[in-house]
């Protein structure tokens, strides 16, 4: 093959392993390196594979991207922090709405896994004070409940990423990655 590869933005979302509306996102925010072609975005998979998806440097711990896991569920939140401290991050938890907005106060994170129903208050209602705290977090809703009312309200918002329960040990991974790839370059920048 002459030059490099160029992937179409399904493709990439398929190489990922992540929906094509995140691409896109990725893309806008300069975090997936990527040019502009006759109109259409193409992304280079070697770039992707070195700059995104390196995992062979070890971060030091305050270099560490922080996570918080928001969800009602004891056994998910331990699985969560479990899974994301053994592939490098540092993950924190919040039970309610008010325990996580609590800890966005105190500490700024990277990326915030929010579950769409807590006991205390709906997903979109604790995102839309999320954005009031941290503007711009990475947030990716997980949910085992299909309410497009709370979908439509959390979009109008913002851009997140869906992920569906029971969740998938290697999509979790391939999201954080993916969204915290450039993590490294912009904590040291």
């Known amino acids: 093959m002459n030059g490099p590869e160029l992937m179409t933005v399904k493709e990439t979302a398929a190489y990922l392993r992540i929906p094509v509306p995140t691409v896109y996102y990725l893309v806008q925010r300069g975090q997936l390196p990527a040019v502009q072609i006759g109109g259409r975005w193409r992304i280079r998979k070697e770039l992707i594979d070195r700059d995104v998806l390196n995992l062979s440097k070890p971060a030091v711990e305050s270099d560490k991207a922080k996570i918080l896991v928001v969800d009602d569920e004891d056994l998910v939140q331990e699985l969560m922090k479990d899974i994301l401290g053994r592939h490098g991050y540092h993950a924190d938890a919040a039970k309610t709405g008010r325990e996580a907005l609590d800890r966005l106060k105190e500490k700024t994170y990277d990326l915030m896994f929010l579950d769409i129903k807590l ?19 990475h947030v990716i809703i997980i949910t085992g409940l299909a309410d497009s009312q709370i979908f439509d309200k959390i979009l109008t918002l913002g851009p997140v990423t869906v992920l569906r329960k029971p969740l998938k040990v290697e999509q979790v991974l391939r999201l954080a990655d993916v969204l915290l790839g450039s993590f490294s370059a912009v904590a040291k920048a």
């Open 119 to 137: 006991p205390d208050f709906d997903g979109d209602k604790i995102y839309e004070k999320v954005l009031e705290i941290q503007p711009a977090p």
